[in-house]
């Protein structure tokens, strides 16, 4: 935070930054006069902020007099040291996230801390000290109750793992947040007090976070109304389930989430949801929706039924959550022609064709809708650029993604959002899985469903994550949106079970290298990059399906995309192998400095009922190559995560052979883990990002449709 | 641009379409992987089933009813309890076939799950005494393509109501319409509503007393 530079060049590459003293402005290596003078020049900036919240003010104020006078002496290393073991270089990844119960590793890179081989060391892990409590901290104290010794070797991270002992006992969080954020210290000198040459993981954010299985009640005891009358509502729509914390009134103002139900459902089948986001602190309401004329009739309801709430707190449920709803933090959830009336709410909201009398649009903090139909299309089903949430199930036999009809493709909303955006993708669930008591329309492989406890419990894991992601930017949340499900899930959920994530951040958080929007020739990136194939050819196109079936042909190259209205634009591209072969997306040199981005990401699907894809009968694993300017190149396979581009889901229909809708996925690798493998790569000069396929790097045959080759920040 | 179309036919050629689809739903290959749970979308336009309640209501306050484009302001009609084929009926998130009083979308209340009742509000223009101004046995009732009706415009409306007739469409047998409303209303009249809001709240009511079990 303080020293931006520092924190950046951390965040991007891996590399060691020495923290001396935050506080320190001027360098003189005493909290004094000078740094006041810098402080007072940046008020209101983030140019010294101490604290973490992006702005300097009285807080950070408070801290640089609380310190005044302090010789800036102590120094240490800071560094990531969390993650978990991978079976294939690198070896190890550093990511901060670890459900309770399960195992937490550790790992050190003795090929850069060479000082430290054949050293004893202690493991510290303490409480999540901001980066000012780190200056005064020196005295380190393991929550655990004990520091754990660990004798460190050469061999580089790969000889250097261990788990942390003593974590059965470490407690989870006590208030709605998923985790608990902690930090890791290795003592070098085993001296118990923080010095020169000690390991810190957790300068600013924190180092590790113990995450509770998010698909378990939360902290709070909750309280259902299982039914109130709201005004100003559509006449036979007023009724609706509330649902908050039975506490609520000794807590601050609440979010309010909304969820609007499809047609032929009721209000009352999804207590899984209300009680669910109850219990971690948010006010839900179930209401009556009017979805038999309509979206449009739809989107109303959901609207009323908001303000209706916003309206009604102080009398409803006898006033138990008089003045707790934030109605600046409000979440729609939405289901099937519900999942579409939210958007096309937030459409008309976003056009001033409604105007709410106690809350306005950008109060809309999320959408989230689950297996949405898309009856009114382009310019009107539309989250706009608000952070939108999509699950999916493979088996809906009712919003079926078909090929031949756009109005049961649930992904053409989610192409058209422009803001944060994921998608949760389950195979085995069917449409009414999402409520409690909807019809069977399972529609697939015998053997394959997942039902409805399954599926709502990832969809409790998922929509939790989006929302405390979404307001919060909860890091624990953030996890279990971007990394594969086979890397992070909670452990609840069944080893059999395929669940798909995308996961896509706004412009402001990453450079795009290739999304296939402009620059349309395959020979040249969005970015304005060379593109060269060399063993195949890469072809672009508009993310729809061309025909009414599933069949493969050649002439219809985009099969299975079913994510867009002929009035769409979103493009993607798409290759295939059956030998080892190479696409290269050189980066202009003016975007070399990928010194501000932590991970390379794209999203990509194998394409379903091709020949290749039948072959492989598997996930898909390929290779990341990036290149620096000085020729250094660093490969990782995507499997190394634990996770390949999925098989499709092997549903029939809609033509000849077995597969369903394109299952887009999101791979995103640490660039630091492109440094740990080779550790002259240089990250503020890079000449090209490449993808290896064939058998020499992943799998022998394969086709790829693949979008948003981009880098992000975390 | 890949709109799901259901061709138009009569009865006949509805009953060998769901012969072939019953036929085709029983050999082991759909059985696989058939859309289970919901029904075939029945061939449109087609004649509704039986109708077994009736009441004509009056509401104080009228109301711009969502079932058209047009938004036309209704102030009576009757309540209408129907018997329906399930496919015709069933709530799919997909567009479904629009039960239609001529040229009007019919308000269906809250239809259930695998039910076969229909539970609706048919709109009619007022007479003096604010009641409708046709007789019941005068209304066509019957099911046009699958829509959303709130995108259905007066003048689309009017010219699928225009061919069903010529179709062969008929109105509700006289016989049968005196029966439903001696069901409803012998006895209590028509129903004096304060707004569309106890409307509903009788039609949820009427539906109650066939379907006691709401699914």
């Known amino acids: 935070m303080i020293r931006q530079t520092r924190s950046v060049f951390l965040v991007a590459c891996c590399s060691v930054s020495v923290l001396a003293c935050p506080p320190d402005f001027d360098g003189d290596g005493v909290v004094g006069g000078g740094d006041l003078g810098i402080m007072l020049a940046a008020w209101g900036t983030g140019g010294a902020d101490l604290t973490g919240d992006g702005n300097t003010t009285g807080v950070d104020l408070a801290e640089l007099l609380s310190i005044w006078g302090l010789e800036c002496t102590t120094t240490f290393t800071s560094t990531p040291l969390a993650g978990h073991a991978l079976t294939t270089a690198p070896w190890f990844t550093n990511t901060d996230v ?23 060391v202690r493991i510290y892990l303490t409480p999540d000290w901001t980066e000012s409590e780190w200056i005064l901290g020196t005295q380190l104290v393991d929550v655990r109750g004990a520091f754990q010794p660990w004798a460190l070797v050469g061999g580089g991270v790969q000889s250097n793992q261990v788990q942390l002992t003593s974590t059965a006992t470490l407690a989870t969080a006590v208030d709605g947040a998923i985790g608990r954020g902690f930090d890791l210290v290795i003592d070098a000198d085993q001296s118990g007090t923080l010095s020169i040459g000690d390991l810190v993981d957790g300068q600013t954010n924190a180092g590790m976070v113990v995450a509770r299985d998010p698909s378990v009640t939360g902290p709070f005891a909750t309280t259902t109304l299982a039914s109130y009358t709201a005004t100003g509502v559509t006449a036979g729509f007023t009724a609706a389930r509330l649902y908050y914390p039975t506490a ?151 919003v079926c993604g078909c090929p031949n009809n756009d109005i049961t493709d649930s992904f053409n909303v989610y192409e058209r959002a422009s803001g944060w955006k994921m998608s949760t993708y389950l195979q085995g669930s069917d449409h009414n899985d999402f409520n409690c008591c909807g019809f069977d329309d399972f529609t697939g492989p015998a053997g394959t469903a997942i039902g409805r406890t399954e599926t709502q419990d990832v969809a409790k894991v998922q929509i939790l994550s989006a929302v405390l992601f979404t307001l919060y930017r909860d890091p624990a949340a953030s996890e279990f949106l971007w990394r594969q499900d086979e890397s992070l899930r909670s452990p609840l959920q069944a080893s059999t079970t395929t669940v798909v994530r995308e996961f896509q951040p706004i412009a402001t958080q990453s450079r795009v290298i290739d999304n296939f929007q402009t620059n349309t020739a395959p020979t040249v990136s969005s970015c304005g990059g060379a593109v060269l194939s060399s063993g195949t050819a890469l072809g672009e196109g508009l993310m729809q399906d061309a025909n009414t079936a599933y069949t493969w042909i050649v002439t219809d190259p985009q099969n299975g995309l079913a994510r867009g209205r002929a009035a769409d634009t ?43 894809t039948v072959t492989l009968n598997g996930d898909l694993n390929l290779t990341v ?18 996770g390949g581009i999925e098989r499709p889901y092997q549903r029939t229909g809609y033509g000849t052979g077995a597969g369903w809708q394109s299952e887009m996925e999101t791979i995103r690798l640490p660039l630091a883990d492109f440094v740990l493998q080779s550790p002259t790569l240089n990250l503020s000069a890079v000449q090209s990002i490449t993808l290896l396929v064939g058998g020499s790097y992943g799998s022998s045959v394969g086709r790829l449709q693949i979008d948003d080759i981009m880098l992000t920040q975390p | 641009m890949k709109q799901q179309t259901i061709p138009s036919r009569f009865r006949a050629v509805r009953c060998v379409a769901l012969i072939v689809g019953a036929l085709a739903l029983a050999s082991p290959s759909a059985m696989a992987q058939g859309q289970q749970g919901i029904p075939p979308i029945p061939a449109t336009p087609a004649r509704v089933g039986e109708i077994v309640w009736a009441r004509p209501f009056t509401v104080e306050v009228p109301w711009a009813s969502d079932w058209r484009a047009d938004h036309p302001t209704t102030s009576c009609g009757w309540i209408v309890v129907l018997r329906a084929e399930s496919g015709m009926c069933f709530p799919r998130q997909v567009a479904s076939p629009v039960l239609m009083a001529n040229d009007m979308p019919v308000e269906v209340i809250e239809p259930v799950q695998g039910g076969t009742l229909v539970v609706a509000i048919v709109r009619a223009d007022p007479n003096a005494q604010s009641l409708p101004n046709v007789a019941l046995s005068s209304i066509t009732l019957w099911w046009s393509a699958p829509a959303l009706p709130e995108q259905i415009t007066a003048a689309a409306a009017q010219e699928s109501w225009n061919a069903a007739s010529q179709g062969g469409m008929k109105p509700v047998d006289e016989r049968a319409a005196t029966k439903a409303l001696d069901a409803g209303a012998k006895g209590v009249g028509p129903l004096q509503a304060k707004d569309r809001q106890e409307l509903s709240d009788a039609a949820l009511a009427a539906r109650l007393a066939f379907e006691p079990v709401v699914r």
């Open chain 1, 570 to 612: 979103q493009r993607s591209g798409v290759f295939e192998f059956a030998q080892n072969s190479s696409i290269a997306w050189t980066i202009p040199t003016a975007l070399a400095n990928c010194t501000d981005f932590a991970f390379v990401q794209f999203r990509a699907a194998q394409g379903t009922r091709h020949p290749n």
């Open chain 1, 248 to 398: 609520i009134q000794s807590m601050t103002a609440r979010p309010l989430v909304v969820i609007s139900h499809g047609n032929g459902h009721q209000y009352t089948w999804y207590d899984y949801l209300g009680t669910h986001l109850a219990s971690y602190g948010f006010v839900v309401i179930s209401h009556q929706n009017n979805t038999v004329p309509g979206i449009e009739t739809s989107s109303t309801t959901t609207l009323q039924h908001t303000q209706a709430i916003i309206a009604q707190e102080s009398t409803v449920a006898a006033g138990a959550i008089a003045n707790r709803i934030d109605s600046n933090q409000i979440v729609w959830i939405g289901h099937s022609r519900g999942g579409e009336g939210i958007c096309r709410a937030f459409d008309r909201l976003f056009d001033n064709a409604f105007v709410p009398t106690n809350y306005i649009t950008s109060d809309i903090k999320l959408l989230i809708s689950i297996a949405p139909t898309d009856f009114l299309g382009t310019g009107s089903a539309d989250p706009h650029a608000t952070p939108f949430m999509l699950l999916y199930g493979s088996a809906d036999g009712d």
């Open chain 1, 625 to 642: 190559r990036i290149t620096d300017m000085a020729g250094v190149m660093s490969d990782i396979r995507i499997g190394a995560y634990g």
């Open chain 1, 98 to 120: 670890f459900v309770a119960g399960s195992a937490m590793t550790i790992g050190v890179d003795t090929t850069r801390f060479t000082d430290l081989v054949g050293q004893l």
